[in-house]
């Protein structure tokens, strides 16, 4: 079954403590990316990555960080957390290149910033 | 630049009522439209999409069709269920990097029985 798993789902950290959201897909997608989702903005993108090794910043990419050592990972790491970051978090993942690709979703995750 | 402006929810509606969401997009160049949805819980997944001009995507009952003149691209069913409450998100890709999406800022709909 085709897939983008996130985990945590689910997480409660302080600010300052550093997180890593791992992401993974199982479609060999060349694309990855991450969004996060909060009231009345939509999603906004964070970061993404092209393919292993490459990556580039979003709209919003202040405060995180991205790596793209394997084609199916792609996690997402704050290095000092703050309540400002508190958010819904999805991974998502698509082919390259092509008018219409689809994009896959994970299921989010849940991250509160105390 | 590019953007997607739909409207503001939440919309109720009775069972068996029509549905009509407003989308309306701008974008440099001729972008792919895509309609998604979010049921609660989980994440989005892709309701359908258009790829030029003229197109109409459907799919389980809701259709949309890409109009340029209007840069528009409402989403419409005939006849919502309960199990179609959720929030819905317009979105564009940009021909120039066919993986960057502008999403909207998405529409919850409420069905009651």
Same mark, same amino acid.
């Given at each position: 079954?085709?897939? =983008?798993?996130?985990?945590?789902?689910?997480?409660?950290?302080?600010?300052?403590?550093?997180?890593?959201?791992?992401?993974?897909?199982?479609? &060999? $997608?060349?694309?990855?990316?991450?969004? !996060?989702?909060?009231?009345?903005?939509?999603?906004? #993108?964070?970061?993404?990555?092209?393919?292993?090794?490459?990556?580039?910043?979003?709209? =919003?990419?202040?405060?995180?960080?991205?790596? !793209?050592?394997?084609? !199916? &990972?792609?996690?997402?790491?704050?290095? %000092?957390?703050?309540?400002? #970051?508190?958010?819904?978090?999805?991974?998502?993942?698509? !082919?390259?290149?092509? %008018?219409?690709?689809?994009?896959?979703?994970?299921?989010?995750?849940?991250?509160? =910033?105390? | 630049?590019?953007?997607?402006?739909?409207?503001?929810?939440?919309?109720?509606?009775?069972?068996?009522?029509?549905?009509?969401?407003?989308?309306?997009?701008?974008?440099?160049?001729?972008?792919?439209?895509?309609?998604?949805? #979010?049921?609660?819980?989980?994440?989005?997944?892709?309701?359908?999409?258009?790829?030029?001009?003229?197109?109409?995507?459907?799919?389980?009952?809701?259709?949309?069709?890409?109009?340029?003149?209007?840069?528009?691209? $409402?989403?419409?069913?005939?006849?919502? #269920?309960? %199990?179609?409450?959720?929030?819905?998100?317009?979105?564009?890709?940009?021909?120039?990097?066919?993986?960057?999406?502008?999403?909207? %800022?998405?529409?919850?709909?409420?069905?009651?029985?």
């Amino acid at each position: 079954e085709a897939q =983008v798993t996130q985990n945590p789902r689910y997480l409660i950290t302080v600010t300052g403590k550093k997180l890593t959201v791992t992401c993974s897909q199982n479609m &060999n $997608h060349e694309y990855m990316s991450w969004y !996060r989702q909060d009231p009345g903005l939509g999603l906004r #993108q964070i970061y993404y990555s092209m393919n292993v090794e490459v990556t580039d910043k979003g709209d =919003v990419p202040e405060g995180y960080k991205v790596s !793209r050592k394997e084609k !199916r &990972n792609f996690p997402l790491i704050l290095e %000092s957390p703050s309540p400002n #970051q508190t958010s819904l978090y999805f991974c998502a993942s698509s !082919r390259q290149g092509n %008018s219409g690709n689809t994009i896959y979703f994970g299921e989010g995750s849940w991250l509160t =910033v105390v | 630049g590019n953007s997607v402006t739909q409207m503001e929810g939440p919309v109720t509606l009775s069972e068996e009522a029509f549905l009509t969401i407003n989308c309306t997009y701008t974008a440099t160049g001729y972008p792919s439209l895509f309609w998604y949805v #979010q049921y609660p819980g989980e994440g989005l997944q892709l309701l359908l999409k258009a790829t030029k001009a003229d197109d109409k995507g459907s799919n389980k009952g809701f259709e949309a069709t890409y109009r340029k003149e209007t840069t528009s691209f $409402h989403l419409e069913k005939g006849s919502v #269920q309960v %199990s179609d409450s959720a929030v819905y998100f317009c979105a564009l890709s940009d021909r120039g990097n066919f993986n960057k999406f502008y999403f909207g %800022s998405g529409t919850k709909l409420n069905v009651k029985p």
